[in-house]
């Protein structure tokens, strides 16, 4: 079999430039009929496994063999013809346009040869094509058969995926009515009016407790008062001192509790008091003797009251 008209695709640069300066009129020729025996080789190729894979008659593919081998000689003989066609020089500077030409030219050619081309039956023999069709149709129902699969997995995961959506979706739907439900309770005790009542009854316990303290601190006051009264100035005392410094002022046992007290409550990280001059010792003494204020334990000038509400 003459193949060697056939285009090659791995020419060297010196080739090609050697085929524009000798390219001719048997060109096109050549380049049609290349393409020509490139499809019919392909078309006995491909047609010759799946016969020789049926069980058809052995006529049938000797037949087919037979019409093969007719069309290869005349494409042979078409091949010889255009050899011997003689060959035109054209110039060097006209050599790439003419190739290109030649080559639309060839393209075109092929193209109106393939829109005119009816399709052609490999053989008229009935059981080639019944083989032939079987085949086919083997393809197809292979085919759909895994289209159908893959439809199927598609349409499964589709299917979960709803599934988990549509729970999710009562999830939050449960989620939304039961914060209505919160918010309408909160909106409902907000408007109440016992809520206006329950705050002017705390109110009024307030002023209770206020005036409640107010009368145990009078009571405290007075019982202090009567039973640790301060100690009594003498006459003589302040005439013999009469040149020294001024004597300072003391505070009742009432006002020293009250110090302690409003310390403890106001800082209670820090609820020691300094004793100045102003606390008389002797009620310094009691408080810390019955247990009612506490020494600091680095510095013995400060004290702080006993936490009893802890």
Known sequence: MALTSLPRAGRSASDGCAADRTAGSGHVGRYVLGHMTHFAFLTCAECLPEISNTAGPVDAKEELLHECESIWKQMEECQSKLMLLGTETLLPSDAKLSLLMLRWKALTVDFHQWKARNPELISTNPDVLLELGKEELQKVKNDLEMVLSTVQSKNKQLKEDLKREQQWYEEQKQMLETLNKMEEEANTQVEHPSTKR?????????????????????????????????????????????????????????????????????????????????????????????????????????????????
């Open 198 to 310: 329950e705050l002017s009854e705390l109110k009024n316990k307030v002023l209770k407790l206020k005036t409640y303290k107010k009368e145990l601190l009078s009571a405290l006051g007075e019982f202090l008062d009567e039973h640790f009264p301060l100690p009594e100035r003498r006459e003589n005392t302040n005439k013999k001192n009469s040149s020294a410094e001024p004597v300072v002022e003391l505070i009742t046992l009432q006002e020293i509790l009250e110090i302690l007290i409003n310390t403890l409550m106001d800082a209670p990280h820090e609820p020691y008091v300094t004793i100045n001059e102003s606390f008389w010792p002797p009620y310094i003494e009691l408080l810390l003797r019955y247990g009612m204020a506490l020494r600091h334990p680095e510095d013995p000038n400060r004290m702080r009251l006993q936490a009893f509400h802890k």
